[in-house]
């Protein structure tokens, strides 16, 4: 008795496919994959904090790594998840109070944190080579 | 249908994992604390980036930058863990696997922050 219902496939509700891709789904997925990169990626800060605790060689080894241009490629793009990442937080706690939530303002602000990632990494690399070259 | 819940539970409010939002509540808590953390991380990594390897011991070893780093550190690890956390319990729904990975999702940002902080401290006080 307590097996008959198990057995059935049961029905699902319909999944991410079916749906026309708008702004605040893409932002959303954005942010999880973000999320996920930067779990990642802090072990690349305490590598380098690891590196400035040992030697010279090791300090300037690490540092090596990350002055390649392959380096540089993976810091530019952590910088540009890191700060789209900071962005769509700061809109989730926007939403969290209960602002901002109608279509036309919710679709403009998951825009907004597009642009503004891409801008403001811009910004913190061009400033970053401004004050040394970067690494 | 009769509620079968006690008056106990009911006012506690914590339901039938009994951690009520508390996820919810710590995920937006270090959100918060982040922000501050990161925006002078951001400006600490883009000024050391590349520099000599005495001008970016003498930095870290600055009371104010190694408290700041650290408690970024800390923010920063807990908030990724709860949130992979959400991730895991998404996308992976077969039982050992899951709990395989709800443990190394627990010893990732621990192993991380132990050798950042042991780093930093090391540096701090002069290693």
Redesign the interface.
Same mark, same amino acid.
């Given at each position: 008795m307590s097996k008959s219902t198990a057995t059935r496939a049961r029905p699902l509700s319909p999944h991410l496919q079916i749906y026309r891709v708008t702004p605040t789904m893409a932002m959303s997925i954005m942010h999880?994959i973000t999320?996920?990169a930067?779990?990642f990626g802090?072990?690349l800060?305490?590598l380098w904090?690891?590196a400035?605790?040992g030697t010279?060689e090791q300090?300037?080894f690490v540092?090596g790594l990350?002055?390649s241009w392959l380096g540089r490629l993976v810091?530019f793009g952590y910088?540009w998840v890191?700060l789209h990442h900071?962005l769509g937080?700061?809109r989730?706690?926007i939403w969290?109070t209960g602002h901002g939530l109608e279509k036309e303002t919710s679709t403009r602000i998951s825009s907004a944190t597009l642009i503004g990632s891409v801008v403001l990494t811009l910004v913190?690399w061009v400033?970053?080579y401004a004050?040394?070259?970067?690494? | 249908m009769a509620d079968m819940r006690t008056p106990l539970n009911r006012v506690r409010g914590l339901g039938s994992t009994r951690d009520g939002t508390e996820h919810f509540w710590r995920q937006?808590l270090t959100?918060?604390s982040?922000?501050p953390l990161?925006l002078f991380f951001?400006g600490f990594v883009?000024?050391?980036?590349?520099?000599p390897?005495d001008e970016?011991?003498s930095a $870290?070893s600055n009371p104010i930058v190694t408290l700041l780093i650290a408690f970024a550190l800390l923010s920063?690890?807990y908030h990724?863990r709860i949130?992979?956390q959400v991730?895991i319990e998404d996308y992976v729904h077969e039982e050992g696997w899951k709990i395989a990975l709800i443990l190394l999702n627990t010893f990732?940002?621990v192993v991380?922050g132990a050798?950042?902080l042991?780093? $930093?401290l090391?540096?701090a006080f002069g290693?």
């Open positions: 999880r999320g996920v930067l779990y802090t072990a800060f305490a904090l690891l400035a605790a010279q300090f300037d540092n990350f002055g810091l910088t890191l900071m937080g700061i989730h706690l969290d913190v400033v970053g004050v040394r070259g970067g690494f | 937006r959100a918060v982040n922000l990161i951001i883009v000024a050391y980036s590349g520099a390897y970016v011991r $870290l920063v690890l990724m949130g992979m991730v990732f940002p991380v050798i950042a042991f780093a $930093l090391r540096i290693g």
